[in-house]
């Protein structure tokens, strides 16, 4: 009942599915992963659907806790049931009508990525009557992993310069409306292998260990990034990571003695690992042509649907797969999508059996960075359905809608 070509005919394409089985999976390994004082956030930015979010908040004990950046994304939060107080509230640029809302519905602890940002938090909770948790973002000037998307030692809007942090202690501790809980690292993204990650936890542990002696605070909360990595629409399966729990252990016993007993509490954050092998793109073939000497099939799903973050001149590596068996080796082709720019391209040269129009591809690991990291809205095209499923059942379908409601003047 629930394979793609039932579910692409019965609801078209483009669509997503998402399995719930296999976000629970996910959630699990990962916890299974760390050690058990260790918490998770889910960054809601790798796909923020509500009934993932529910997913990864339950697991009792191991469920995840929420990591948002926007009033959309705390509205999907809390709809999930993520109480105010498992929210983590980030992001360069919040601004303090956000965080009267953040603060009114319960949020409690913000990630704070620089002495203006720190300051409006206070003074927003001061408004309230609250005091607000705040952990440091940390844009450390030294980084140990090879890594894909690097977040840390040059410029950036993310984060205190850890070099000149030391030197802001009085000032930090004395914010109104505001308490340091702690510390806040992201450095790295997608890391490349185990030995990678590992490396970059302890050197983040370490560099926090020393930022508590030169703040003069006793941390209460660390977070330590992530870096979880997942294929992202390409074939292949997320990562093990065997050494992972016993790595992070014995380098948190180095440098934080009272970890176990919650002084500080520890946590670390994903996105892709959690959400990116429990989706998949199902899109049609609408035309094949052939210009000059290369083959374009042109798909449904074009960087409106699954953009990459950006779509804007970047070509992932998608891999994509004919859904019923079709004919003989064809001749490799471009993906293009169905909008009006040279842009839209999902690959180049992927070699398929020969394809005609209506046949239904399938792109694997699409769970994360899926329609909200699209350009949806480009040339007004509706959004792709998205379909929940528990393994064979069917949860639920629904499609992000896109209108134009008038704040002043009227609709034509
Ligand atoms: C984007 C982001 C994440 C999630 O990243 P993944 O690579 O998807 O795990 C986590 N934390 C922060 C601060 C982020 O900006």
Not at 95 to 115: D, K, M
Not at 149 to 174: C, H, K, W
């Amino acid at each position: 009942m629930t394979g793609p070509t039932e579910l692409a005919e019965r609801f078209g394409t483009p669509s997503y599915v998402y399995d719930l089985d296999r976000v629970a999976a996910a959630r699990d390994d990962l916890f299974a992963a760390l050690p058990d004082e260790v918490e998770v956030f889910y960054a809601a930015k790798a796909n923020p659907h509500p009934e993932l979010l529910r997913e990864l908040r339950s697991g009792g004990t191991r469920g995840c806790r929420a990591e948002i950046s926007s009033v959309g994304e705390l509205d999907a939060a809390l709809r999930a049931g993520f109480p105010g107080d498992r929210i983590l509230y980030t992001g360069p640029g919040k601004t303090t009508g956000e965080l009267t809302e953040a603060l009114t519905r319960g949020v409690r602890l913000f990630s704070t990525e620089s002495y203006g940002d720190l300051r409006r938090v206070g003074e927003t909770a001061l408004k309230l009557g609250l005091t607000a948790d705040c952990l440091i973002r940390v844009n450390n000037a030294t980084g140990a992993a090879a890594t894909s998307i690097r977040m840390t030692g040059v410029p950036s809007q993310f984060g205190f310069d850890s070099e000149t942090l030391p030197g802001l202690a009085a000032a930090l501790r004395e914010v109104p409306g505001t308490t340091i809980a702690g510390l806040h690292f992201f450095p790295l993204s997608n890391a490349k292998d185990e030995a990678s990650l590992v490396a970059e936890f302890r050197h983040t542990v370490a560099t926090a260990a020393a930022l508590q002696d030169a703040l003069g605070v006793t941390f209460r909360f660390l977070d330590i990034g992530g870096g979880f990595a997942a294929p992202y629409a390409v074939q292949g399966e997320r990562p093990v990571y065997g050494g992972l729990r016993d790595a992070l252990a014995e380098t948190l016993d180095e440098h934080f003695p009272g970890w176990r007993d919650g002084t500080p509490r520890i946590a670390c954050e994903s996105g892709r690992y959690l959400v990116a092998d429990s989706g998949t793109l199902l899109t049609s073939v609408v035309n094949v042509k052939d210009s000059r000497d290369t083959r374009y099939l042109v798909l449904d799903a074009g960087i409106n649907t699954f953009g990459g973050m950006s779509g804007l001149g970047r070509i992932l590596p998608v891999s994509v797969e004919p859904h019923e068996s079709a004919g003989a080796d064809g001749t490799p082709a471009s993906l293009a999508g169905p909008l009006c720019t040279p842009g839209d391209l999902l690959g180049r040269n992927v070699p398929l059996p020969e394809l005609a129009p209506g046949d239904l591809l399938t792109v694997p690991n699409a769970g994360a960075y899926g329609p909200t990291a699209s350009l949806l809205m480009f040339l007004g095209r509706p959004a792709p359905a998205e379909i929940v499923v528990r393994g064979d059942a069917l949860v639920s379908v629904s499609r992000i809608q896109h209108t134009r409601t008038y704040d002043h003047g009227q609709a034509l």
